[in-house]
T-cell receptor, first 110, second 116 residues
């Protein structure tokens, strides 16, 4: 089983839509979870951190399900500027490493 | 504003050349990482370091070495560049301040290396 799995997409959604991505992970000892956003030919930038059950920041909500070992990212009222690749990165247990998924590509269409 | 910088945005080298990629962070972070990113393969960890002069192999260390002589600087070395090392190389750093888990990683802008 792969350590971190994400649906590669692409997800093509109209402006204003709500879209959700899932990320499953295999390391049950992971304590920290991160969603990064990566624009084309740019570096990943942190979108959201999750250390407990979830986190919300404006239009973005991350939910953690430890029992099923997945973390989701919900984007409400999608904007054209949300078009990017979203990387999921759960941590190792005390190793300071993150294991990244391959990313989910989102395209928001006018 | 936190910053991770990399020495070059674009680099073109020839097969067999020795290549140095430099990364500097100004956040006094303990941990530093080197990744490569290729289409369809995602981010893959090459090496990381959790302290000065300390290094640990990541998932794909073959053909690479690293050096960390100062806390703020982490260098990736390609001893003899090969065409299959053409890639985007990303450096990252993180702290060890949290008690309840790992801290986020901050990434540099990346170096796009082409080996001819």
């Amino acid at each position: 089983r792969k350590e971190v799995e994400q649906d590669p997409g692409p997800f093509n959604v109209p402006e204003g839509a709500t879209v959700a991505f899932n990320c499953t992970y295999s390391n049950s000892a992971s304590q920290s979870f991160f969603w990064y956003r990566q624009d084309c030919r740019k570096e990943p930038k942190l979108l959201m951190s999750v250390y407990s059950s979830g986190n919300e920041d404006g239009r973005f909500t991350a939910q953690l399900n430890r029992a099923s070992q997945y973390i989701s990212l919900l984007i409400r009222d999608s904007k054209l500027s949300d078009s990017a690749t979203y990387l999921c990165g759960p941590s190792g247990a005390g190793s300071y490493q993150l294991t990244f998924g391959k990313g989910t590509k989102l395209s928001v269409i006018p | 504003d936190v910053k991770v910088t990399q020495s070059s945005r674009y680099l073109v080298k020839r097969t067999g050349e020795k290549v140095f990629l430099e990364c500097v962070q100004d956040m006094d972070h303990e941990n530093m990482f080197w990744y490569r990113q290729d289409p369809g393969l995602g981010l893959r960890l090459i090496y990381f370091s959790y302290d000065v002069k300390m290094k640990e192999k990541g998932d794909i260390p073959e053909g690479y070495s690293v050096s960390r002589e100062k806390k703020e600087r982490f260098s990736l070395i390609l001893e003899s560049a090969s065409t299959n090392q053409t890639s985007m190389y990303l450096c990252a750093s993180s702290s060890t301040e949290r008690w309840d888990g790992e801290d986020e990683q901050f990434f540099g802008p990346g170096t796009r290396l082409t080996v001819l």
